[in-house]
């Protein structure tokens, strides 16, 4: 793609990672495509070149305008949002504590199904039962609980950074196999439905 604007911030992502998802989702919603590449990083390989430019070797991973580089998605977006004084995404809901809770709830519901996610890649002798099914289990008693909140105002009102962090959750067990967790949960499904059909939901959906 070719852009008018010098493109000086470069972020590091995977296409299938959850995390680097939200960061990418956070640059078009604030229009900052013109000022950050999108670079596919090596994750998970041995004397990878990218441990070169990120040592812990984990995505999304941000190099600012200044050529300073930062690592995890709260950062990254809570930087990116903030980059023209208006921080939408996380000021509307600053102290906003009803709201916060269930960001920091569907993070957790999002790092239980990357943990699914990472042990299916694995060689089928490698896999863990034990894992697999506790996250498994987390998954659902994590839909449960947003079966009964989505209609609730906090994720009623404008899209945040924790509407795109269900979202993603939610979208990613059913891209992985985890299955629809919106099956049998008519408000999450009617509530993905409209987060889902977003601009920023559609150009970053996973291949
Ligand atoms: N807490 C971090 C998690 C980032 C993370 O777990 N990234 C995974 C992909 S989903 C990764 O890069 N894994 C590669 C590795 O562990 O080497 C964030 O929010 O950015």
């Known amino acids: 793609m070719t852009h ?3 493109q000086n911030m470069k972020l590091y992502v995977t296409y299938g990672s959850p995390y ?18 999108i670079i596919e990083a090596k994750t998970r390989t041995p004397r990878s070149p990218y441990y070169q430019i990120n040592p812990s070797g984990r995505v999304p991973y941000l190099i600012d305008d200044n050529g300073v580089g930062m690592e995890d998605s709260q950062l990254i977006c809570a930087y990116l949002d903030g980059l023209d004084g208006k921080p939408r995404l996380h000021m ?24 699914w996610g990472r042990e299916m890649v694995r060689p089928e002798n490698e896999r863990s039962p034990t894992t697999l ?30 509407h795109f962090m ?15 967790l919106a099956a049998g949960r008519p408000q999450l499904a009617n509530w993905m439905r409209s ?7 559609q150009k970053t959906a996973p291949p």
């Open 4 to 6: 008018g604007w010098r």
């Open 20 to 37: 680097a998802r939200l960061a990418r989702i956070i640059i078009i919603e604030k229009a900052l495509e013109d000022r950050v590449e």
């Open 92 to 115: 509307a809901h600053a102290s906003d504590w009803a709201y916060l809770r269930l960001e920091f709830a569907a993070r957790s519901m999002c790092d239980g199904i990357a943990v």
């Open 133 to 162: 099914a506790h996250e498994s289990a987390r998954a659902q008693r994590m839909a449960d609980f947003f079966e009964e909140r989505v209609t609730d105002l906090p994720l009623q009102g404008s899209p945040g950074m924790g």
């Open 166 to 180: 269900l979202a993603i959750a939610v979208e990613m067990a059913r891209k992985r196999g985890l299955g629809d």
């Open 195 to 201: 987060i889902s059909d977003l601009p920023s939901m």
